[in-house]
């Protein structure tokens, strides 16, 4: 969509703002910090991924974190040490084991495929659903390959012998800081974050991105305008599959560990409820709606001592894990009652009043458009 | 009852002349009503009406007039569709009821029968009608209404166990009017009544809301049937693009040459002798295949298509389309010469659309074929019939509303384009190149249609006559060789009707593509095409010139049926 | 082959509970295309009220208050938050429910603490023998309670107006509105209904041989959203057939899970959800729901 020269200058000046700032962060911010930016970015990536299938093709799912446990599993095992006695792996570069395991999802989500291109709506939701669940059965039990309930070790990132997660090669030190495993992970997140974003707002603006949004509003209009119906949503769940499995794989460095039981329905569950409050279809509203859902949690139970009201850990009362539930639980249905659209519609509107104010009287005012929904998906 | 003065002229945005002289014992009363939808469509602009009590209304219009605005108006229920009363009031009883709830509008004896029936298919026909009594006063009062139900349509006491969905069209709409009966109205709102119905039942139904009227329940009867509604009516308003454009008794409404010509179809025979021979001249101009490419259209329309698709020879053969047991189209046929001018007309509900809808793939066929170029449109999925080079316009529009008019034209596009995700994804130069290649495509289509202004507007900002442009717009810049359009004209004041015909007209002489036209608007039919294939039922009844059409017998009495039985 | 007898007798009582919360959502589902994630809250806050009371009331006065307050709770979640909300899309209705799910439940959990409540049954740990085959006494009154409750549920659709209006608005609401039916009337009803019969499956989802009251037991009730879809979103038969079939289901590959190795531990937890994506591939409207028609 086009935008007046200013706003589109006001734009540009806050995406290079926000990138200076993410780029400086690591010089200032100890390391729980950094491990929770770490973890939202990892969400941030899959959420992106969700909010293409779902607000730009309209196919609602809830197998989402099927996909993030292939990226994560896929890059494990593909660099993993093959002569682990526990959980064997192929010991492929890093780098390789990232596509690999991105691929592997990709063609996991072709799989799914004649079943995600015949359900619609609700009934696709909840089918994606039994895919966590089979997923996470698999993992419990395909031992050689996922370590079982124990989970199994993420092998450290690397890119020409330049280590993501540990000290290799020793003292590098910028401004004075040391840049260990996190300080570098950072930015490796940084730059798989930024790509992600790119590529989606690409993809949103193109041929196979209006095709999609033409499907998610009629699919009967788009089988007549020639889009070929069927392997549109394929393709969309493929792309969004390969999202989530990024999302894993970043998500596996940042905890070095992963075990079954992260893969679950809570994981769907959470990744529907960023893009929702995000704003279904919004790129941008994934992305804070992702950091939201992510960082609520850990910053609440870190500085859980600061706040009164909560009791000690072993008394009764609010427990700080109680009070960050509570605060998810009320922000997902005041956010919701108050902007069915979610922070992306808010942001429009807001954007669009401040807009006028700054126009004065007599602008030509944008009327709310309804966001882009899965409404069609429950006929 | 009110009536006995002359017809009234009233053009001006209020209406005021009907507002002020309606204020005695009306029962209904509609006052400067303003509706809109999505805060942006007007849809009402001014319309002021009134019904006296004990009496039967009768309001006319196109498809897309209003109509069904005002109904949800009265009963309550805009918001259900996004829109809004932006001014203007409606009282009934002297009571305003504008702004209140559905059930509050029903319990004050407004009742309302939809248009299509909509009967409660899986219920049976006696749980129907109790489902139209939930806001009966109390159980005796029900079943005295049920009473009356059956002994005004014994048919419904003798199937009365039976699923409505099983029952005849003209059952179902008996079934409709019983069901809002059930209610016991003081005010009946019958929603296009005759809608798909033969003439033979239309006539039934005009009876029983007669008799209905005779029992005390006052009626305000929406029809596009004129002919029907106007007999039954003692009083009728003409509602056009939001406004009511003539108002008057309706027996002297029937004689104005403009209600018959426009509603009532007659009147217009002398209108297209002139155009139809030129129109003709350039079907047979035309070589029978690919002649298109190779011809010398204009500037503008070349720029409009740089590489044509072919145009070839559309022949319908025996199509016949059930869904579940109703027969929507039974062994059509007809044969679209290329570069030609194609009319399907019929009353609502003959089974045009579904034959567009088969031609476009949306619907299958149950039995027959449709041959272009080679292949049988009846056997390819959607994407490959466009394939063929063929585009169409949706009736209701089918476009994208939270997206914006460039990118629902550029969707258009997407069989000319090779961009896949890989190089969409990471703007390879070639997506980049062949993206803006394309979009200087659209925005030439769009701005011959008058579109360049709004090009990176949301299509849920643009009015509803500009929408209609996109819709026809977005099925060019497919550059078809046929081009389906589905009342393309639906809704339009006669201005921006005239304007889209001859849009069509341009691009059908200068692109020399084929076109098949839905439409019911005889008079825009007759101006436009080569050869009219007539509809009736889901039969074909009649097929030739458009001079050969209208003189045709069978077509004056499908189309104008109760005309002629005024003249047996 | 006994043993086989026995495992479909104690699958046909467990999956009798699975109807109960299946209905539940097809009411719902019905009423307000909702896809209810606070269905498994509800159920629980139903069983947590008779935990708590049933010793001070007496267990049937306990059953009827669990009954009431879980129905309310329903109602209140639909007339002050799903009202607001009726035209949002699908996805957003369901996250919309879960924030609810996650209040509620996070409260529940907290109250419940690491004390394990009982409901106090009457019904206790017995058993009977069925042709041989022990099944717990709970289960079969619980088979007995659907059949009554789905005989009810029946002759309610049938008979009464309220029921008839339910089935109208269900099938085309914007002709039940114009028919004086009241839509939110309709819709808030349908959720205590389900409400109820949320806690009534609760009861007997934490009776013997559940060890009791914990707040695992709102999850138990997602293990019915396989019998849903599998029956069809919008079909109640499909709701009680659904619920029967995955009850089989999960008893028997709970049963042969020894002879199943290969298939991994725990098989009966991905069992059901396995036949229900089977069920979808051949059936994308499940075995008794709506079929969706192409409209333009």
Known sequence: MSRPPTTRRVRTLAIIAVVLVALALPLTLRAFWLQSGLFAMAAVISAIGLTLLVGRSGQLSLGHAFFVAIGAYG???????????????LGL????????????????????????????????????LGLVFLGQHILFNAVPLTGGYNGRNAEPFSLFGFSFSDGTPEGLTVLGVQFGGLERLWYLGLLLV?????????????????????????????????????????????????????????????????????????????????????????????????????????????????????????????????????????A??????????????????????????????????????????TKELAR | MRGGGPVAEARG???????????????????????????????????????PDGGIVAVLGNNGAGKSTLLRAISGTLGREGGAIDGGSIHVGGE??????????????????????????????????????TAARDAAARDRARGEVYDLFPILRERRRQRAGLLSGGEQQMLAIGRALMGSPRLLLLDEPSLGLAPLIVEQIGEVITEINRQGTSVVLVEQNAAMALRVADHAFVLEVGQISLQGPAAELARTDEVRDRYLGVGAEAAPATDVPAAGATATDVPPTGATA??????????????????????????????GGITALTDVSFTVAPGSLHALIGPNGAGKSTCLNVLSGVYAATEGAARYGGRDLTRLPRHQIAALGISRTFQNMALSSTETVLDNLLVARHRHMRTGFFSAALRLPGARREAAAQEATVVRTAELLGLGGVLHQLVSELPYGDRKRVELARALCAEPGLLLLDEPVAGMNFNESVAMEEAIGTVQRELGISIVLVEHDMRFVMGLADRVTVLDFGRRIADGTPAEVQADPDVLRAYLGTEQEEER | MSNLFGLVLNGLSLGAIYALIALGFVMIFKATHVLNFAHG???????????????????????LLGIVVAALAAVVIDVVIMRRVRAADLGTLAILTLGVDVLMVTELTRRLGTATLTTGAPWGTSTVDVLGSSIPLSRVIAALVTAVVVGVLWALFQFTNWGIAMRAAAADGGTAELMGIRLNRVAASAWGVAGALAAVAGIFLTSFPSPGISPTVGLVALAAIPAWVLGGFDSFPGAVVGGLIIGVVTTLSAGYQGDLTFLGRDLAQVTPYAVMLLVLLIRPSGLFGTKEVARV
């Open chain 1, 93 to 128: 570069p890093p780098v390789l084991a990232l596509l690999g395991a991105v691929l592997a999802a990709g063609l996991a989500g072709a799989l799914f495929s004649p079943i995600s291109g015949r359900l619609r709506g609700i009934y696709l939701g909840l089918a994606s």
């Open chain 3, 41 to 63: 809250s509800v159920l629980l806050l139903g069983a947590y009220v008779v935990g708590v009371t049933n010793d001070a009331l007496g267990f049937w006065p306990a059953l």
């Open chain 1, 75 to 89: 890059y494990c095992y593909l660099a993993g040490d093959p002569s682990s006695p526990l959980a064997s792996g």
């Open chain 2, 96 to 133: 305003p009821i504008g702004r209140r709830g559905a059930s509050d509008v029903v319990r004050r004896g407004v009742l309302q029968v939809p248009e299509g029936r909509r009967v409660f298919a899986a219920l049976t026909v006696e749980e129907n009608l109790r489902a139209g009594g």
């Open chain 2, 13 to 51: 945005a209020t209406g005021s002349s009907a507002a002020t002289a309606g204020t005695r014992d009306a029962l209904l009363e509609v006052t400067d009503l303003h509706v809109s939808y999505a805060g942006s469509v007007q849809a009402l602009r001014g319309v002021s009406l009134w019904v």
């Open chain 1, 194 to 330: 930024g790509v992600s974003w790119w590529c989606a707002r690409n993809l949103v603006r193109s041929r196979p991105g209006r095709a999609l949004a033409t499907i998610r509003d009629s699919e009967v209009a788009a089988g007549v305008m020639g889009v070929n119906v069927p392997r549109y949503k394929a393709a969309a769940f493929i792309v969004s599959s390969m999202y989530a499995a990024l999302g894993g794989v970043l998500m596996a460095l940042v905890f070095g560990r992963i075990v079954p039981e992260s893969f679950g329905l809570t994981m769907s569950v959470d990744f529907l409820v960023m893009i929702v409050i995000g704003g279904i279809g919004s790129v941008g509203g994934a992305v804070v709606g992702a950091a939201l859902v992510t960082l609520l949690p850990l910053v609440l139970n870190r500085y859980s001592d600061l706040l009164p009201l909560l009791a000690q850990p072993g008394s009764s009362g609010i427990s700080a894990a109680d009070l960050s539930r509570i605060i998810y639980g009320l």
């Open chain 1, 332 to 373: 997902i249905v005041l956010i919701l009652l108050f902007a069915h659209d979610g922070l992306a519609g808010l942001g429009r509107r807001l954007g669009s009043s401040f807009r006028r104010n700054a126009d004065g009287p007599g602008s030509p005012d944008r009327p709310m458009s309804d966001s882009p929904t």
């Open chain 2, 294 to 323: 190779t011809g010398a259209p204009s500037a503008d329309a070349g720029a409009a298509r740089p590489a044509g698709a072919a145009v070839h020879d559309l022949v319908v053969e025996g199509l016949t389309v059930r869904f």
